[in-house]
Structures are given as C-alpha cells and as structure tokens.
C-alpha cells in the first residue's frame, strides 16, 4: 500500500560519483513520513524513467532532492519526479491507514498536504 508521497519534487542535484541513494530535504522526509535508508521508488514525469533506491538526509531546508550513484542517469536536474514509498499493513491497520500525500512547487516548498487522492473523472 501507498504509505508517501511526495508529488512533482524538483531535482537539484544529480551525482553519479555518490554512494547510491536519493538525498532529500529532512523537512520534507519528515513531512511525508519517509525514513532514512527507506526503499523508495522514483517516477520521472520527464522521461517517464521508473527506479528504486532509498532515501538518505539533506540538510533541513535546503530543498536538495539529489539524486546519486547509478540513478543519477535516470534524472537531471529540473526533472519533476514523484517519490514513493510503500508499506505493508494488516487488514486491522488498513482500516485507518491513510498516506501522507506532500504536494511540492518547483522550488520543492510544500504547497499542500493531504491523505487521499481525488477520484479521477472521466
């Protein structure tokens, strides 16, 4: 299931000669849930490049989504992407489980928060 998201992040930096791994503001790890060294998954709204790799902490405010070692070939730096991570939950904890869902401009500042997706229309 769905646990974090943080929607249409920009990346700032993309460093193929770093350990592997996605660098991420800590408010915005914080804001959405996401751990240190958590799986997450990345989508690339523009060049529709999907990979798994784990978060680690960028300094607190700075904004950083850098993306590192193998992965910095699948976005540059502008790229809007999606960061995910997803859990696995009883059907107890389901029955209240809703993800925290981080909407982000282009200078990767919160512009909304939310737990729910609309339902798409036709």
Same mark, same amino acid.
């Given at each position: 299931?769905?646990?974090?998201?943080?929607?249409?992040?920009?990346? *700032?930096?993309?460093?193929?000669?770093?350990?592997?791994?996605?660098?991420?503001?800590?408010?915005?790890?914080?804001?959405?849930? +996401?751990?240190?060294?958590?799986? +997450?998954?990345?989508?690339?709204?523009?060049?529709?490049?999907?990979?798994? *790799?784990?978060? +680690?902490?960028?300094?607190?405010?700075?904004?950083?989504?850098?993306?590192?070692?193998?992965?910095?070939?699948?976005?540059?730096?502008?790229?809007? +992407?999606?960061?995910?991570?997803?859990?696995?939950?009883?059907?107890?904890?389901?029955?209240?489980?809703?993800?925290?869902?981080?909407?982000?401009?282009? !200078?990767? !500042?919160?512009?909304?928060?939310?737990?729910?997706?609309?339902?798409?229309?036709?």
């Amino acid at each position: 299931m769905l646990k974090a998201k943080l929607h249409r992040a920009c990346v *700032t930096h993309a460093e193929l000669d770093y350990e592997g791994s996605c660098a991420i503001d800590s408010n915005l790890l914080d804001a959405a849930g +996401i751990r240190e060294y958590e799986q +997450i998954q990345i989508y690339n709204l523009g060049n529709g490049e999907r990979f798994t *790799t784990y978060a +680690i902490r960028a300094e607190s405010g700075s904004r950083i989504i850098s993306v590192n070692g193998a992965a910095a070939h699948k976005a540059a730096v502008g790229h809007r +992407i999606i960061i995910c991570a997803y859990g696995q939950y009883s059907e107890a904890e389901l029955l209240n489980h809703k993800p925290r869902l981080v909407y982000l401009d282009e !200078h990767n !500042h919160i512009i909304r928060t939310g737990h729910a997706i609309p339902v798409q229309a036709a």
